[in-house]
């Protein structure tokens, strides 16, 4: 079984200051990794993913995470926030096999303050 | 422009009324995914189908059902028997695989009174 944990369910930043999201898996097999973000009332976007390439993934609007495995983490980071960063960020994971199922986190809500 | 869409954005809904979502892309996707979301909580699948004619039960499949006649076209029926409908709910799409992305569509928000 696979699981997802965000550490946080609310980080709250002052623009232009790093975004540090935290996320840790649970998986029996090497996984695929992905954050999506999704803003109120609207459906979800990817933001990056980790297919067991670079351990380094960069994603769409600055942000981008770290694969470490030996901590079992998969952190999402941004060096400066900006307003319409403010969204609730999803965590998942994907087992392997030929169905791609996603396991979702609960979310960390990200608000962004001037 | 490619995509998914969900019709329509917001549904109401007495209870005991059986009800149909809608979902359909033109990605040429095989795979095609129900989600429900419920406020503080991640997605929970639904039903998914990894091709026409073949679909199989989520995590919480109890009180809906689904129907896969078209690679485009992946509605969803809320029933009756579902306890607890009001929620949102998110249609993906994707190629068949563990490392492919799911596409979300916009979501439409169930509200039964």
């Known amino acids: 079984a696979q699981s997802v944990t965000q550490l946080d369910s609310h980080v709250s930043v002052s623009e232009g200051t790093p975004v540090l999201l935290r996320c840790n898996y649970s998986?029996?097999?090497?996984?695929?990794l992905f954050w999506y973000v999704q803003h109120p009332n609207k459906g979800l976007q990817l933001l990056l993913k980790y297919t067991s390439a670079a351990t380094l993934v960069k994603g769409i609007n600055g942000f981008e995470a770290e694969f470490k495995k030996s901590e079992t983490s998969f952190h999402l980071t941004k060096p400066s926030a900006h307003m319409s960063d403010a969204a609730e960020y999803f965590c998942?994971?994907?087992?392997?096999?030929?169905?791609?199922?996603?396991?979702f986190g609960t979310g960390t809500r990200l608000q962004v303050t001037l | 422009d490619g995509g998914i869409t969900q019709s329509p954005k917001y549904l109401f809904r007495k209870e005991g009324q059986n009800v149909t979502l809608s979902c359909e892309q033109n990605?040429?996707?095989?795979?095609m995914y129900w989600y429900r979301q419920d406020p503080g909580q991640g997605l929970r699948l639904i039903y998914y189908s990894q091709i026409v004619n073949d679909f199989q039960k989520g995590d919480i499949a109890e009180g809906y059902s689904v129907s896969r006649e078209k690679k485009e076209s992946f509605p969803l029926t809320v029933t009756s028997a579902q306890k607890n409908p009001t929620a949102f709910y998110l249609c993906?799409?994707?190629?068949?695989?563990?490392?492919?992305?799911?596409?979300f569509g916009p979501g439409t928000r169930l509200t039964v009174t």
């Open positions: 990605l040429n996707h095989d795979a």
């Open positions: 998942v994971v994907s087992n392997t096999g030929t169905a791609s199922k996603l396991t």
């Open positions: 993906a799409s994707s190629i068949p695989g563990s490392s492919y992305e799911q596409y």
């Open positions: 998986s029996s097999y090497s996984p695929s």
